[in-house]
């Protein structure tokens, strides 16, 4: 069962179905990916230089918006996206 799916038959919010998503999934998940980049993206950029960064962080990109589409609300899945941006623009 998917992680969405799980959420909103526990919610007992009939205003707000995604509530438990976003409180305890969507939220954990953008944060846990904001941490990792900004530790990743300086160590890798130091360490391989500007070029190969920028093929870095055009991966990284592409493997976020693929891992959005599988795990998060799809109306939604630009945010993680956004802070793959975000943290990768240094």
């Given at each position: 069962m998917c992680v969405v799916c799980f959420a909103v038959n526990l919610s007992s919010d009939?205003?707000?179905k995604l509530k438990i998503y976003r409180d305890n999934f969507e939220k954990a998940y953008?944060?846990?990916t904001q941490s990792f980049y900004?530790?990743?993206a300086p160590e890798y950029l130091d360490a391989n230089g500007v070029q190969n960064y920028m093929r870095y962080a055009d991966q990284k990109l592409k493997?976020?918006?693929q891992r959005a589409s599988?795990?998060?609300e799809?109306?939604?899945d630009s945010?993680?996206?956004e802070v793959v941006?975000?943290?990768l623009s240094l």
């Open positions: 009939c205003e707000d953008l944060d846990a900004r530790a990743k493997e976020e918006e599988r795990y998060l799809t109306r939604r945010k993680s996206v941006c975000v943290v």
